[in-house]
């Protein structure tokens, strides 16, 4: 894909498009909405339908069925949304993970998160 057709399907994204010509033939035909374009490796990230499985393909790949409308962008900003909650999650997933095993009841806060000085002085 050369980069002019690229840019040109920036201003497509939230668009309806069907996959072509894949080497996977059972692909072939699916639809989805053109949700980002990957610059680096020049592939259209696409969300599949109906469950938004994200495919990545070339320009020669796609096909637009319907161009972005208000249905299009709501879908798209639905996704956005998705995504965000799922970084959030994992993120939070990670965090947990690198805390200690022990509950955090005040005895552990008072045994190893308070300031040896600040022991005593607790009732």
Avoid: C
């Avoid at 259209?44 to 637009?64: C, G, M, Q, R, W």
């Avoid at 709501?74 to 970084?87: D, F, G, N, P, Y």
């Avoid at 955090?104 to 008072?110: A, G």
């Amino acid at each position: 894909a050369s980069m002019s057709s690229m840019s040109t399907a920036k201003g497509q994204i939230g668009s309806t498009v069907k996959l072509v010509g894949l080497k996977n033939a059972a692909m072939n035909g699916r639809t989805g909405l053109l949700q980002s374009i990957d610059d680096k490796m020049h592939r259209f990230v696409i969300a599949l339908d109906p469950d938004d499985k994200l495919v990545k393909v070339k320009a020669e790949n796609i096909e637009t069925v319907k161009p972005a409308g208000k249905k299009g962008l709501k879908r798209l900003a639905k996704l956005a949304e998705q995504q965000r909650a799922e970084a959030r999650r994992k993120a939070e997933e990670r965090r947990r993970q690198q805390l200690p095993e022990e509950p955090e009841t005040s005895e552990y806060i008072v045994q190893h998160l308070l300031p040896t000085k600040s022991r005593g002085s607790l009732p």
